[in-house]
């Protein structure tokens, strides 16, 4: 099949970037795809395509800009301009934009697409029935909650008229088909990106490192841990350095910034700006505890995925649907209460001061990685797209006869 996939791609700063080169990867490595189509957001440089193995051939055709009104149309004229055989689009509510009518345009597209006749699935990361608003970072005043939920809703609407709805935890499902007795959506794991050889779970030589991986300054907050940390060094001797990694959300600008300045006294904190692709391995790998410092959730985590493929041991709020996913795939970690400092310092300390306990859990975590890999995730949408067609043609041939007796009767 010759798919194309909707989404923003590397070098791209806009969200699900990450996620759309390991599906590209993936794909492009399925043998039933001959020809991957990607339609992505506008980038000053060129698309990140240097895969190792040899796959299919890929064509770029950049079409859509992050609150761009015109999106709809130009991601249509895309896919008029290629004639794929199925669309997959990668999505989340602010995928086009984070202002109400760029954002409500783009995911109007799925809609468009499957009226064309065009095998659409959509994939989509979170829903916002499980979003709590304020949060994340999308406002504090109840009445635009509710104007927000409404907009959601019809925005929901609009995606579920993909042929399949694909989401990643089955909680999605669960309240999909309750609240909008939809029977068009399929739980697809979210997956791991990489299943690396499995690590020797050995730390480098020098202070052990306590990191968290991000877009940082609506739900993810680095204060708690900063303060955390800094609570355990006034009670044990551990050698700690404090790595924050990624940058600002698009919603909070200046956020790390704002957070350097206010954490300017504290020793051995790193703030290491975006990371590149080719670094992703040995920020994990360097790391005795990835920490998840969430104040909400909003949807699938790929950092957690990430971790489980290189062997981390995950410090993590039990809250929502990060909560469900680690017990639907099989992590383990030490939770703690998002609004205690102490809570932190406590499930920290105990992976940090306990070699054998750090191992145990980034030994778990690995082996939940590795049962859900990439390559499975892609096949899994292969089949989907498959099962379409067949859906399609069955119909096409029960109503053949019906079409050529109108035809003989229109003609007698």
Not at 62 to 79: P, R, V
Not at 112 to 140: M, Q, W
Not at 350 to 361: A, P, W
Not at 376 to 390: D, G, L, S, W
Request: contains cysteine; aromatic residues 10%; proline residues 5%.
């Amino acid at each position: 099949m010759k798919l194309a996939i909707v989404t923003a791609y590397p070098p791209s700063k806009v969200t699900l970037t990450e996620y759309a080169y390991y599906l590209v990867k993936h794909f492009r490595l399925q043998k039933d795809v001959t020809e991957l189509i990607l339609i992505t957001d506008y980038t000053d440089e060129p698309k990140d395509l240097e895969f190792e193995e040899a796959g299919c051939k890929i064509t770029v055709k950049e079409s859509w800009k992050f609150n761009g009104y015109t999106n709809l149309l130009s991601i249509n004229k895309a896919i008029s301009e290629t004639k794929p055989d199925g669309v997959l689009y990668n999505l989340q509510f602010l995928k086009f934009g984070d202002k109400k009518i760029p954002a409500a345009l783009g995911l109007m597209s799925p809609m468009v697409t499957k009226y064309r006749g065009i095998p659409t699935i959509s994939l989509l990361h979170n829903i916002l029935e499980t979003v709590d608003l304020e949060n994340a970072g999308f406002t504090k005043n109840i009445l635009l909650q509710k104007i927000y939920n409404f907009i959601g809703s019809t925005l929901t609407r609009f995606v579920l008229s993909s042929d399949i709805l694909a989401v990643t935890i089955s909680k999605y499902v669960e309240i999909l088909e309750k609240k909008y007795n939809a029977r068009n959506v399929a739980l697809i794991p979210h997956g791991s990106f990489e299943t690396p050889p499995e690590p020797n779970y050995q730390l480098p030589n020098g202070p052990k490192q306590v990191m968290a991986f991000g877009k940082f300054g609506t739900y993810k907050k680095v204060e708690i841990l900063i303060e955390a940390v800094e609570l355990i060094r006034s009670r044990v001797s551990e050698n700690i350095e404090i790595v924050i990694a990624g940058t600002d959300s698009p919603n909070t600008p200046g956020y790390l910034d704002d957070m350097k300045a206010k954490y300017s006294h504290v020793p051995q904190i790193r703030f290491t700006g975006y990371v590149a692709e080719e670094d992703v391995p040995s920020l994990f790998g360097e790391s005795a505890v990835t920490v998840f410092p969430y104040t909400s959730t909003t949807g699938s985590s790929g950092v957690l995925h990430q971790a489980g493929s290189y062997g981390n041991a995950v410090v993590l709020p039990d809250l929502g649907d990060l909560s469900i996913l680690v017990r639907e795939e099989g992590y383990v970690g030490e939770f703690f209460d998002p609004t205690s400092t102490a809570s932190l310092a406590d499930a920290i300390e105990k992976i940090i001061t306990q070699e054998d306990y750090r191992v145990q859990l980034g030994k778990i975590n690995y082996k939940a990685a590795c049962s859900l890999p990439m390559s499975e995730i892609t096949r899994m949408y292969v089949e989907y797209f498959a099962a379409i067609e067949k859906s399609k043609l069955e119909r096409f041939e029960l109503e053949l006869p019906k079409k050529m007796s109108e035809l003989e009767e229109q003609q007698a």
